[in-house]
């Protein structure tokens, strides 16, 4: 089983935490790619771009799309695909645990994997209590 990652962001953030996931996993266990939507863009130029990539990364068992932030463009576009045909879940709060979250738990399906996503997200955010 294994289920591509796309992750969906802003400009520089997509990339800046496959970088930080290598620091802490030179080798990752899935296939994960960034789509990095810049200000000005065309959503549906982008739509086409990231369908494309989506494609490349499935291999039967879905893409886990994760989102910066919920509503916003990247998050639309991601979810549009569905209408497209691509076997999608996708998650919004994108953060470094949720991503190293989902690459420890590799073997997972695409459906267990979302909820593992959003628990990482989730479990990653703590307030100091000085």
Known sequence: MSVGVLLM???AVGKAL??????VMPKLPLRVAAVEVPPESDPDVM?????????????GD????????YGATPCNIGL???????HLRCVSGL???MLLRVLNYAEKPLD???????SGGRGGIFIDHA
Do not use: F
């Not at 496959?18 to 620091?23: D, G, L, Q, R, T």
């Not at 739509?47 to 291999?59: G, P, S």
């Not at 549009?80 to 691509?86: E, K, Q």
């Open 9 to 11: 962001t802003h400009e």
């Open 18 to 23: 496959i970088s930080a996931a290598h620091h």
């Open 47 to 59: 739509r086409t771009l990231t369908a494309h990539h989506a494609r490349e990364l499935d291999e």
């Open 62 to 69: 879905g893409v886990l799309i994760l989102a910066d932030l």
């Open 80 to 86: 549009s695909l569905g209408a497209l045909g691509v």
């Open 95 to 97: 953060n470094l645990p």
């Open 112 to 118: 267990e994997l979302a909820e593992i996503a959003a």
